[in-house]
């Protein structure tokens, strides 16, 4: 079972823009903070950008100035929008939760499936 469902990813330009959004889809509930992480071949994962439930948000620095990440709390959805995309963009991005479990009702870490992201000319 996928309790996070990432959708948006997709081929871009350098420069380019994209958006990718994150859904609870089973599993979860009362999200706490919702965040991005992503990993390129031959690296490790690393946060991008994480937000909590009030609203305060951090990225990388890597990606600050061109990332923002928000969220929509009444449908259990984080959005990361993407602009001036560079190469070394390009990764899986995952969607990460911090939120309780509908059938333990433990809270704990989800992740989503991942989305592929590839910036090329």
């Known amino acids: 079972q996928v309790p996070l469902v990432e959708s948006g990813g997709g081929l871009v330009q350098p420069g380019g823009s994209l958006t990718l959004s994150c859904a609870a889809s089973g599993g979860i509930f009362s999200i706490y903070a919702m965040g991005w992480f992503r990993q390129a071949p031959g690296k490790q994962r690393e946060l991008v950008a994480r937000i909590t439930n009030s609203d305060s948000a951090n990225y990388a620095d890597s990606v600050k100035g061109r990332f923002t990440i928000f969220r929509k709390n009444a449908k259990n959805t984080v959005y990361l929008q993407m602009n001036s995309l560079k190469p070394e963009d390009t990764a899986v991005y995952y969607c990460?939760?911090?939120?309780?479990?509908?059938?333990?009702?433990?809270?704990?870490?989800?992740w989503g499936q991942g989305t592929q992201v590839t910036v090329s000319s």
């Open positions: 990460n939760a911090d939120a309780r479990s509908t059938t333990s009702f433990a809270r704990s870490d989800y």
